[in-house]
């Protein structure tokens, strides 16, 4: 699994992964990329998320209680190959 695909399978804060393109959220890779490089608290996982939300894609909502498991998610992934 890979940072693309948790970004589109379970972030998905525009509920689109039904209809866009799998490359829908890949402008934010390298964001959550550098996030996980620095050996993250899901805490700080949602706060990157919740950033990008705030400031891209102009969301005012605050923590949705999913995005815990999205971060766990993420923090699982090996992204120091």
């Not at 948790?6 to 959550?32: C, K, M, R, T």
């Not at 894609?57 to 498991?69: A, K, N, Y």
């Amino acid at each position: 699994m890979a940072i693309r695909e948790v970004l589109f399978h379970d972030w998905d804060p525009l509920e689109v992964n039904d209809i866009a393109p799998e490359d829908e959220y890949d402008s934010y890779i390298g964001q959550v990329y550098r996030t996980l490089s620095n050996s993250p608290t899901a805490e700080c996982v949602v706060e990157t998320l919740i950033r990008i939300e705030n400031e891209y894609m102009e969301h005012d909502e605050q923590t949705r209680p999913h995005l815990f498991q999205v971060a766990e998610k993420l923090l699982k992934l090996n992204v120091r190959r």
